[in-house]
């Protein structure tokens, strides 16, 4: 895009390391994902068993081991810290994406401006500055995703080698990060080849049945490999763990009782708010007459998606970071768009309409149901961290709706802008629901109390090891049915129960929409 100098790429990059690093450091980890992915590592760390991961005492089947290794060795050297391991998901994030910077050179090698858009690219679509800084592995697993499409490009470009040792790499990582996902993402670029591949200018006509002997075998490493694994904790742990590992991990996700299982249709509803802004933005340009033409690169991002797409769709369970893996592609499409734009700025005010309506109507939304009696009386909103959530999306909509000199100057504006809103809803969100999703004071005071020999018990249904991090909890609270408190209480008169309420009482501490409460014999 002429108006967008290279010298715009270092600030952009500038201004993803200071937004993370204060999202990261800026709050606390968020209930009930992030703090039990922070119970499996802290019971690790606690139990010395390094070699598989455990939920309350248990084997934890549903998520494979390297990000809480990689966690377990960042305590190692900085201690044991909530910041650790989103830290290190933010750097896995920034690699992949720099890895999408060579991506899109290789793609349009004739648009050699797309680098210098992609750190912009990432910020136009929404998911990714949602869940970069996040305690959640589609992150990380979208890095290996960028080295698995590096080792497709290198197989069709007959660079045996580097391809052998980028998708050894890709599968292995991604297969020890989120089980299988990664090879859907390699897998669905290495399908539509015959589309792209005799039009990229880096082909040099591999044998099919070489390149699918190659990834077939690379992707049977990686399974091989997870298998030994599976074998080894087998045993260390006492039990045959892979048959719980294979259905948590892969079979229980395709059945129709599947957790978060959705109909098929379900991801139309969800993929328009996770690539916001940026298909709005490529329409746009489109409409003012870009060619959106059948290069290979379009071919293989836009191939990839539709082949992703019927996976997913046909995939009972369903989660909007499915996707993650597949959006290193489309931010690289997306920057290869904005560095074609040139001239005045292309974005009438229609369209500048467009972009500003959803922020705009979601923050008036947001703030007519956080004044209502409800989450008044659940949530006790507070005042400033309310309103910074409620206006920033509004003085946002509002410097979209601002004319632009050129298309790249509103460009900025709309990632940027976007950015500064993600980081806001991570740092005030906490602070603006009073404490509803902030676990450590109550996990402190149960830590304390186990440790100085008082019993727990847990009677608010799946304990989901929610105060184990931050209480340092010493073992698993006694979990038991809302029907027993009354007998558990008896039998243990200077014990400790927290039960679930949907009412205030005394000794009680908001917590996910309701009331969490400390109930004591004495």
């Known amino acids: 895009m002429r108006g967008q100098p290279a ?23 968020l209930p009930i994902d992030e703090t039990r992915y922070a119970a499996v590592a802290w019971e ?14 248990a084997f ?17 050297v900085w201690g044991v810290a909530d910041w650790v391991p989103r830290a290190l998901v933010a750097l896995m994030g920034g690699a992949a994406m720099v890895g999408t910077v060579r991506l899109a050179a290789r793609l349009w090698p ?55 040792l980028l998708l050894l790499a890709a599968s292995l990582g991604g297969v020890f990060t989120k089980g299988p996902m990664v090879w859907l993402t390699v897998g669905a670029v290495a399908v539509c080849a015959p589309l792209w591949g005799p039009r990229w ?10 390149a699918a002997v190659l990834l077939g075998s690379l992707m049977a490493a990686g399974a091989l490999a997870y298998g030994a694994w599976l074998w080894a904790a087998s045993i260390a742990a006492g039990e045959p763990v892979w048959r719980a590992v294979l259905g948590a991990q892969a079979l229980d996700r395709v059945s129709t009782d599947a957790d978060h299982a959705a109909p098929w249709w379900w991801y139309l509803g969800q993929l328009p708010w996770m690539l916001w802004p940026g298909w709005l933005l490529v329409l746009a340009l489109w409409r003012k007459g870009m060619r959106l033409g059948a290069d290979a690169g379009t071919l293989l991002v836009v191939g990839a998606f539709v082949v992703l797409g019927v996976v997913l769709s046909l995939v009972a369970g369903k989660r909007p970071h499915y996707w993650m893996g597949w959006l290193p592609l489309a931010a690289a499409w ?5 560095a074609r734009a040139q001239g005045p700025c292309a974005v009438t005010p229609v369209w500048r309409w467009l972009a500003a309506l959803p922020p705009l109507l979601l923050a008036l939304a947001f703030g007519a149901w956080a004044t209502r009696p409800y989450p008044q009386t659940v949530y006790g909103w507070t005042g400033p961290a309310l309103w910074a959530v409620v206006a920033l999306p509004i003085l946002w909509s509002v410097w979209l709706l601002w004319p632009a000199v050129t298309t790249a100057q509103w460009v900025r504006r709309l990632a940027t802008g976007g950015g500064v809103v993600m980081l806001a809803l991570h740092l005030t969100f906490p602070t603006a629901t009073n404490g509803a999703w902030q676990v450590r004071p109550l996990a402190e005071r149960v830590g ?12 608010a249904g799946a304990h989901h090891g ?52 400390l109930r004591t014999g004495v």
């Open 7 to 29: 010298g715009w790429a270092p600030l952009a990059w500038a201004v993803w390391v200071v937004a993370l690093v204060a999202a990261v450091a800026g709050r606390p980890l």
């Open 448 to 459: 304390q109390a186990m440790r100085a020999g008082t019993p727990v018990a847990w009677a």
């Open 466 to 517: 929610v105060l184990t991090f931050y209480g340092r909890l010493p073992r698993t609270p006694q979990i038991i049915d809302p029907s027993e408190v009354d007998a558990w209480v008896q039998r243990h008169p200077n014990g400790w129960v927290l039960v679930r309420s949907e009412h205030p009482q005394a000794g009680c501490t908001p917590y996910r929409g309701r009331w969490l409460c």
């Open 60 to 76: 934890y089947a549903h998520k494979p081991p390297l990000l809480f290794w990689l966690t377990l060795l960042g305590w190692h």
């Open 110 to 164: 004739d648009t050699p401006a797309a680098g210098h858009w992609v750190p912009m690219a990432f910020g136009l679509l929404w998911i990714w500055p949602l869940y970069a800084p996040a305690w959640y592995f589609d992150v990380p697993n979208a890095l290996w995703c960028v080295m698995g499409v590096h080792g497709v490009l290198d197989v069709a470009a007959r660079r045996w080698r580097r391809a052998t």
């Open 201 to 210: 200018t880096g082909w040099r006509r591999p044998s099919w049945m070489g």
């Open 44 to 57: 690790m760390w606690r139990d010395q068993h390094w070699l598989y991961p455990t939920l309350d005492g």
């Open 334 to 338: 997306l920057a290869w768009w904005l």
